[in-house]
Structure formats: C-alpha cells, structure tokens
C-alpha cells in the first residue's frame, strides 16, 4: 500500500494541476485493480493544489537542498546580532527568497501573475520564519500558498540601546470575559460539523467526477455503436439496390 499510495503521491504532486483530478482517478482505480483498498482509498484523499503550491512542490523535488537552506537562514536569523548583522539577515533573506522563486518560476512558459508571484515568495518567506511552514514544504506536498505577516514572533537579539527616560505606563485593558465551558463546546462542535461537510463536499464532486467519466465513456460508446449501424444500414441499401437492377 505504502509504494502505491507514495508514488501516486509524488507523481499527482510533480504533475501540473490541471491534470491532477483525472490522474487521481486513474491511480486511485488502479490501486483498487490491484487489490489495494487503502491506497485507493489513501489516494482519492488526495487534495488538489494551488498552482502556487504546485510550483514550490516543483521547486522542493527538483532541488532538494532548498529546505536546508532556508533552515540555515532561519537558524541565523534566530541568533540575530547587533544592527549591521540584522540589516545583513535581512538583505540575505530578500536575495534567497527572490532566487528560489525565479527557480520555480522556471517550468512557466511566460511569466507568472502578480498573485502567484507574491503566493510563492510569501510561502517562501513564511518557510524562513516559521519551522511548522518549513516542514509542510519540504515534504512537496503544499496544496495551497502560507502569507506570514513579518518577523515579529522570531526572536532577534539586537545590541543594547540607549536609555530612554521611564515613560508612563498605559493604563491596562480589562481582561476579556473567559469562555466557558459551553460556548467551546458549541465551538468546537461547528469545527467538527464544517470538518465533516468539507469531507462529504469532497467525496461529493470525487463521486461526480467518476460519474462524469462514465457517462463519456458510455456516450463514446454509443458514438461507435450509431456508426456501426450507420454502416450496416448503407451496406444493406447497396445490396438491396444491386438486387434490384
């Protein structure tokens, strides 16, 4: 099951998203044929990317150091430094980001739109930033863009600054009311229904799809048969001609 459902994984996941829903269903029959149930059932999980996605999946398979060199960065810019190194990090990061996405951009025959642009460079920056996003992209398998707003959440450590005179603190906000016990409940129990509806949307336009391919293959098939009979019928009209002369 593993090597069906990985291979089917790498394969739907290099492919261009455009042929990602028709393959699936090819692979996930041909998982069933072999007597493979989870992997069929493993691979109609499958979800389809975003073209952004799908060019960072390209760029992370056909160059695999690309997460070692994002996590070298981020390792740096974690260490900070005083002010020259910061600005320096800084610099560094905007360089490495622009060259990894001019390499995904590579496999577009023209060049890409604004919002796919500002998609891959934000993915990549949000790899550089957060460790969770740098996983999830380096497994190749991203179905959809990550926006990271800044560095605020990173910790840099900058030389010390001059002292600044003692400054009035604000007055401090009243705390927020705490939820209770029954509204996370009810939280929770949308989060699960909107869960649930997703997976049976999914399901849903799986089963459309494959009903869709069916009726063309029938309507194909009808095709043929209307013209065999085409055939007979014109056949049978020069027999009965040749009898009659």
């Known amino acids: 099951m593993s090597d069906l459902l990985a291979d089917a994984t790498a394969e739907l996941y290099e492919a261009d998203p455009d042929e990602f829903t028709a393959r699936r269903a090819e692979l996930a029959a041909a998982a069933r044929e072999a007597g493979q149930a989870d992997a069929a059932k493993g691979i109609a999980a499958l979800r389809k990317p975003t073209r952004s996605a799908w060019l960072l999946n390209t760029l992370i398979r056909a160059h695999p150091e690309v997460p070692a060199r994002l996590a070298e960065l981020a390792a740096e810019l974690r260490e900070g430094g005083d002010g020259a190194r910061i600005r320096e990090l800084t610099l560094a990061r905007g360089r490495l980001v622009d060259e990894l996405a001019r390499q995904a951009f590579e496999v577009l025959e023209a060049d890409p739109p604004a919002s796919v642009r500002?998609?891959?460079?934000?993915?990549?920056?949000?790899?550089?930033?957060?460790?969770?996003?740098?996983?999830?992209?380096?497994?190749?398998?991203?179905?959809?863009?990550?926006?990271?707003?800044?560095?605020?959440?990173?910790?840099?450590?900058?030389?010390?600054?001059?002292?600044?005179?003692?400054?009035?603190?604000?007055?401090?906000?009243?705390?927020?009311?705490?939820?209770?016990?029954?509204?996370?409940?009810?939280?929770?129990?949308?989060?699960?229904?909107?869960?649930?509806?997703?997976?049976?949307?999914?399901?849903?336009?799986r089963g459309l799809e494959t009903e869709l391919e069916q009726a063309r293959e029938r309507l194909a098939q009808a095709r043929r048969d209307s013209y065999r009979?085409?055939?007979?019928?014109?056949?049978?009209?020069?027999?009965f001609g040749r009898r009659g002369e």
């Open 229 to 239: 009979a085409e055939q007979r019928r014109k056949k049978a009209e020069d027999e």
């Open 118 to 205: 500002e998609d891959v460079t934000g993915t990549l920056g949000a790899a550089i930033a957060d460790p969770d996003v740098a996983a999830g992209l380096a497994a190749g398998t991203l179905i959809r863009a990550v926006r990271w707003a800044g560095f605020g959440e990173i910790p840099l450590t900058p030389g010390p600054a001059p002292a600044a005179k003692a400054q009035p603190r604000a007055p401090m906000p009243p705390p927020k009311p705490k939820m209770t016990e029954r509204e996370l409940s009810h939280l929770t129990n949308i989060a699960e229904l909107a869960a649930e509806a997703e997976r049976d949307l999914e399901a849903t336009v």
